[in-house]
């Protein structure tokens, strides 16, 4: 069999194991009806570059959805418990668009046998899962904090939690965490199956190379993260309700009262097009990063 074959073979196995798995997935009330088809574009994507990482993505969304379940009645107080219930279709594309193209583009340099560019890709495809789960992190276990949220486009007015681009230290810590599970995981997972993380040469001094990895994957989904808040502040509007005073994203407050907007941005983005720009982000930074410590450029 020519590696061809073998990419045809993973595309079938994938298929068939992404419709099993997806159907696991709408039952345990991880992704809802209508996301099937985009969630097993995903997952066959996704098998493409092995089974490691075919792994690393169920644990991904394992973690996410304990985290998104986490404090579930404070969520149905606050009005932000709408994932609960599971991702929709335009949420599963915009976490999974991502891993999905470096997943392929990785698979398809090592079709071709450039297996250090196809390196690059899966610490890439690492990378962007690593944005999504710190990015759900910060925001279902944020949300939970007793302490003030605080959007730096008006760092003084006081804001409802879970609001886009606030943020609170128990969010900004949850992210870290989010971002090193994915990263860790994905060590733990090529140790298992005695696959090296080691694709990418690097010459950092002396720290060991997978741990410098590790460390390059924490910070990258952090930095998703954090450009995650940025530009959710600024282009996503606020509104204002007179009756608790509070900066909020909804027309209608959780209290029933309407709201005023407050700050409309020129360019609108919706949630699911930050998170799609947050990822992409977190992978193009590390496949700039990499390849400048690769050996494919020296
Ligand atoms: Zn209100």
Same mark, same amino acid.
């Given at each position: 069999?020519?590696?061809?074959?073998?990419?045809?073979?993973?595309?079938?196995?994938?298929?068939?194991?992404?419709?099993?798995?997806?159907?696991?997935?709408?039952?345990?009330?991880?992704?809802?009806?209508?996301?099937?088809?985009?969630?097993?574009?995903?997952? #066959?994507?996704?098998?493409?570059?092995?089974?490691?990482?075919?792994?690393?993505?169920?644990?991904?969304?394992?973690?996410? #959805?304990?985290?998104?379940?986490?404090?579930?009645?404070?969520?149905?107080?606050?009005?932000?418990?709408?994932?609960?219930?599971?991702?929709?279709?335009?949420?599963?594309?915009?976490?999974?668009?991502?891993?999905?193209?470096?997943?392929? *583009?990785?698979?398809?340099?090592?079709?071709?046998?450039?297996?250090?560019?196809?390196?690059?890709?899966?610490?890439?495809?690492? *990378?962007?899962?690593?944005? *999504?789960?710190?990015?759900?992190?910060?925001?279902?276990?944020?949300?939970?904090?007793?302490?003030?949220?605080?959007?730096?486009?008006?760092?003084?007015?006081?804001?409802?939690?879970? #609001?886009?681009?606030?943020?609170?230290?128990?969010?900004?810590?949850?992210?870290?965490?989010?971002?090193?599970?994915?990263?860790? #995981?994905?060590? *733990?997972?090529?140790?298992?199956?005695?696959?090296?993380?080691?694709?990418?040469?690097?010459?950092?001094?002396?720290?060991?190379?997978?741990?410098?990895?590790?460390?390059?994957? &924490?910070?990258?989904?952090?930095?998703?993260?954090?450009?995650?808040?940025?530009?959710?502040?600024?282009?996503?509007?606020?509104?204002?309700?007179?009756?608790?005073?509070?900066?909020?994203?909804?027309?209608?407050?959780?209290?029933?009262?309407?709201?005023?907007? &407050?700050?409309?941005?020129?360019?609108?983005?919706?949630?699911?097009?930050?998170?799609?720009?947050?990822?992409?982000?977190?992978?193009?930074?590390?496949?700039?990063?990499?390849?400048?410590?690769?050996?494919?450029?020296?």
């Amino acid at each position: 069999m020519n590696t061809y074959d073998i990419l045809i073979m993973y595309l079938v196995a994938g298929l068939l194991a992404s419709v099993a798995l997806s159907v696991l997935a709408i039952r345990a009330k991880v992704i809802r009806r209508g996301a099937m088809p985009q969630s097993v574009m995903v997952g #066959t994507l996704v098998t493409l570059s092995g089974f490691p990482s075919v792994l690393l993505f169920i644990l991904f969304l394992a973690y996410t #959805t304990l985290v998104t379940r986490l404090g579930k009645e404070r969520k149905v107080k606050l009005g932000v418990a709408d994932d609960v219930e599971g991702r929709k279709a335009n949420q599963v594309v915009a976490v999974g668009f991502t891993p999905a193209v470096m997943a392929m *583009a990785s698979s398809i340099m090592y079709a071709v046998g450039l297996t250090e560019a196809s390196g690059v890709f899966l610490a890439s495809y690492v *990378a962007s899962l690593a944005a *999504a789960s710190a990015d759900t992190w910060a925001s279902e276990i944020g949300v939970l904090s007793r302490g003030r949220p605080i959007l730096f486009t008006m760092p003084r007015a006081r804001v409802s939690p879970g #609001t886009s681009g606030a943020v609170t230290p128990l969010g900004e810590l949850s992210s870290l965490a989010g971002s090193a599970s994915v990263a860790l #995981t994905y060590l *733990a997972l090529t140790r298992v199956f005695n696959t090296s993380p080691l694709w990418v040469k690097f010459n950092w001094g002396s720290l060991n190379p997978s741990i410098q990895l590790v460390l390059l994957i &924490i910070a990258l989904g952090y930095v998703g993260e954090v450009m995650d808040s940025v530009i959710g502040a600024l282009t996503q509007p606020k509104y204002y309700c007179d009756r608790c005073g509070v900066v909020t994203e909804h027309e209608v407050h959780t209290c029933g009262e309407r709201t005023r907007l &407050i700050y409309d941005p020129r360019v609108k983005l919706s949630n699911e097009a930050v998170n799609l720009l947050e990822s992409l982000i977190a992978a193009v930074l590390a496949i700039v990063i990499t390849l400048s410590f690769s050996r494919l450029l020296t």
